[in-house]
């Protein structure tokens, strides 16, 4: 049996603050374009695995539905969550269950429907993705968790507002080219500083936006991976790691230690350092993660991430491009779909594809996907 | 009574560490230490991991604190939409005792300076609710 896996096909949809249709035609979306062109039908994939963050779900137990729409009834169907790192959850999971011998091509789908929910509603949820105990009572949320990592790393190293304000201005750039992105409009340094703000020290355009979105990966057993695919893209290091819910139970409040620790996991499988990566897609879901992430994953020493966005060494012709496709920031952050579209930008990458914004001669790829304020950590690397 | 009255918004009430609610009413905050192996743990556990005790102490929190970080909180979520501005704070205790809260309000963000020196102390909200904030010390 061959031990290699291999992604074959990569789809997501248009991301969107509201798509207009229903989550098993949003899903359809994403799903039409990873299978497209293959030589394998639906008849090939012997089991799905949907991913999404169920408290934003009306469809209780999704994982069903979508396996009947996309008529893969009988094959089993299975459900996995890790908030917005579901999908590169679901990878690792499509992974080890062709490695273990018992699939052999695994369709990994991504879905939220944001629009189902006010905004207040969302932000409800996401307060209680803290412990409900200790800290939901007290207003906590997605960015306020995140605004205290940006204080921190300011008060350690003088990491400043305007250095945060840098990395949205360079996604915003590659949003603009993207036509699946949510947000296609290019902000200056100008607009991000003077938008109001929402949780100091973040303000609006420090954020991503909830929305609408899916994706698809289809995951494949390396003998059938060289048959059907003209381009393979295999996966050669996987990471993951948590940390607690809790802020307090936190040991450093300038890095992500899920991060870190899910980073060395897939370094080391990979054989690679992070010097040896040619593009890479990172949890921005706001400029701050982009810069713990810098660090966190070894691009820059802890203290400095800042100085690879001031030099501009994150753009397509810099030392180490992050986000050319316009990271959460631009096409906006439906939390299940998020992984499967970071893995998408990377599978395009690799295969010469990405036309809008391509990394000349890239290689070699990671993904970094993290679910709650630094609670879940993935890291996928891939290799041409 | 458990936790039905704590902070702004509660999710849930029962909790072997309920106590923590009725020494907030007694003007203390608390938390614990496992009677077995001492360990010390914030939020307060009875049951503790590292030696399967299902047995703690409490001990209050009464010396100074130190800020690590900060936030000013513009926008709440459902529930907290007259809240805000509210400021979430993480304070170190001794020996490394990590803690999550707000920020009293007669602190003025543009007075919070980090590493200034805190206290923890419990405090009566509107419609007979409780929670306990760090103040000046």
Not at chain 2, 53 to 60: D, H, P, Q, V
Request: a negative charge; proline letters at 4%; aromatic letters at 8%.
């Amino acid at each position: 049996m061959d031990e290699d896996v291999a992604i074959i096909g990569v789809g997501q949809s248009v991301f969107a603050r509201k798509c207009g249709v229903s989550v098993r035609e949003l899903c359809f979306q994403a799903y039409k374009e990873a299978m497209e062109g293959l030589d394998i039908t639906r008849d090939d994939i012997d089991a799905s695995i949907t991913c999404s963050a169920p408290e934003y779900d009306k469809q209780r137990t999704p994982s069903g539905l979508i396996s009947e729409y996309l008529e893969l009834t009988p094959k089993p169907a299975f459900y996995v969550e890790s908030v917005c790192s579901s999908s590169s959850t679901g990878v690792r999971i499509a992974w080890s269950l062709i490695r273990s011998g018992l699939h052999k091509v695994i369709a990994v789908i991504g879905f939220q429907k944001m629009s189902e929910l006010t905004s207040r509603e969302a932000a409800e949820r996401m307060g209680r993705g803290g412990d409900i105990i200790w800290e939901s009572p007290f207003g906590v949320t997605m960015p306020a968790g995140y605004a205290m990592y940006a204080r921190a790393h300011m008060a350690k190293y003088g990491t400043t507002e305007e250095q945060l304000a840098r990395v949205r201005v360079k996604n915003s750039s590659y949003g603009a080219r993207n036509p699946k992105a949510n947000y296609r409009k290019e902000l200056s340094l100008d607009d991000v500083m003077n938008s109001n703000v929402i949780t100091s020290p973040l303000k609006m355009f420090d954020c991503c936006a909830n929305c609408d979105g899916s994706s698809t990966v289809i995951v494949a057993r390396g003998d059938i991976a060289k048959r059907v695919s003209k381009t393979p893209i295999w996966v050669v290091g996987l990471g993951a790691a948590t940390d607690t819910m809790t802020m307090s139970g936190r040991k450093s409040l300038t890095g992500l230690e899920c991060s870190q620790e899910a980073g060395k996991q897939a370094y080391e499988m990979a054989g690679l350092k992070p010097e040896d990566i040619d593009v890479a897609e990172v949890h921005d879901c706001f400029t701050v993660s982009e810069i713990l992430a810098y660090e966190d994953l070894g691009f820059a020493k802890p203290g400095e991430g800042p100085g690879l966005i001031d030099d501009k060494e994150t753009y397509v012709d810099g030392r180490i491009p992050v986000n050319v496709d316009g990271g959460l920031l631009s096409k906006g952050h439906p939390i299940g779909a998020t992984g499967g579209s970071q893995i998408r930008t990377i599978v395009r990458q690799l295969r010469g594809e990405a036309t809008e914004a391509q990394v000349k001669g890239a290689e070699v790829g990671l993904v970094h996907n993290v679910g709650g304020v630094g609670q879940y950590g993935n890291v996928t690397i891939l290799r041409r | 009574m458990g936790f039905e009255n704590f902070g702004t918004v509660s999710f849930t009430a029962e909790a072997k560490v309920s106590d923590f609610v009725t020494y907030l009413e007694q003007g203390k905050v608390m938390t614990t230490r496992c009677k077995n192996c001492g360990a010390k743990y914030f939020p307060p556990q009875m049951d503790c991991p590292r030696c399967l005790g299902t047995e703690a102490e409490w001990f209050e929190l009464k010396e100074k604190g130190k800020l690590i970080t900060y936030t000013t909180v513009q926008y709440g979520p459902s529930g907290f939409e007259d809240d805000a501005p509210y400021t979430l704070v993480i304070v170190d205790f001794a020996d490394g005792l990590r803690t999550f809260g707000r920020l009293s309000r007669d602190i003025k963000e543009s007075d919070i300076i980090i590493g200034m020196e805190l206290k923890a102390a419990p405090v009566k909200q509107a419609n007979d609710r409780i929670s306990y904030e760090f103040q000046k010390a």
